[in-house]
T-cell receptor, first 106, second 113 residues
């Protein structure tokens, strides 16, 4: 059983669409990290959320940490082909979700 | 600052051989963790080192080992390679006192034939 469940597992959308990916757990996390990984490369840190209810924005990406610190979401506005990749959430330093593979078609 | 570097980037070995992978953390980072990533199992934690001491270990057989040097550089070794060891091996470094945020290297792609 994954301690961090990510959904959806796969998402294929057209350029310009909006999307949300989720990272859920039954455990409370002191913080959660979001990464984007491209094929053959290591995950690149996007953001760390620490406070329950916290919202962080990174250009067209909006990250939210649930009030109870058990879940998080990543919303992308007007997706672009450059957003294509594997999005991973991680917590407790060593626990990672299986990831959401996003493909944005031009 | 330079990021986490890993060498080599690609490696092909045969079953039964052993392999050593190297990781140089971000300057000033003393914590180094290793992960195995496969399509089927995702990102799995191998071990973490801090100040040359292993602090935490994942659920991997004893064929997987590591060490850290006084300059924080780390190596991991896999002995008696099996086909299932084919994976992307990632190293991540973390600044002590900076929470759980860690920064990954580009990885070493290992193929076992």
């Amino acid at each position: 059983t994954q301690l961090l469940e990510q959904s959806p597992q796969f998402l294929s959308i057209q350029e310009g669409e909006n999307l949300t990916v989720y990272c859920n757990s039954s455990s409370v996390f002191s913080s959660l990290q979001w990464y984007r990984q491209e094929p053959g490369e290591g995950p690149v840190l996007l953001v760390t959320v620490v406070t329950g209810g916290e919202v962080k924005k990174l250009k067209r990406l909006t990250f939210q940490f649930g009030d109870a610190r058990k879940d998080s979401s990543l919303h992308i506005t007007a997706a672009q082909p450059g957003d294509t990749g594997l999005y991973l959430c991680g917590g407790f330093k060593t626990i990672f979700g299986a990831g959401t593979r996003l493909f944005v078609k031009a | 600052k330079a990021g986490v570097t890993q060498t080599p980037r690609y490696l092909i070995k045969t079953r039964g051989q052993q392999v050593t992978l190297s990781c140089s953390p971000i300057s000033g980072h003393r914590s180094v963790s290793w992960y195995q990533q496969t399509p089927g199992q995702g990102l799995q934690f191998l071990f973490e080192y801090f100040s040359e001491t292993q602090r935490n270990k994942g659920n991997f057989p004893g064929r997987f080992s590591g060490r850290q040097f006084s300059n924080s550089r780390s190596e991991m070794n896999v002995s008696t390679l099996e086909l299932g060891d084919s994976a992307l091996y990632l190293c991540a470094s973390r600044e002590q006192g900076a929470g759980e945020t860690q920064y990954f290297g580009p990885g070493t792609r290992l193929l076992v034939l």
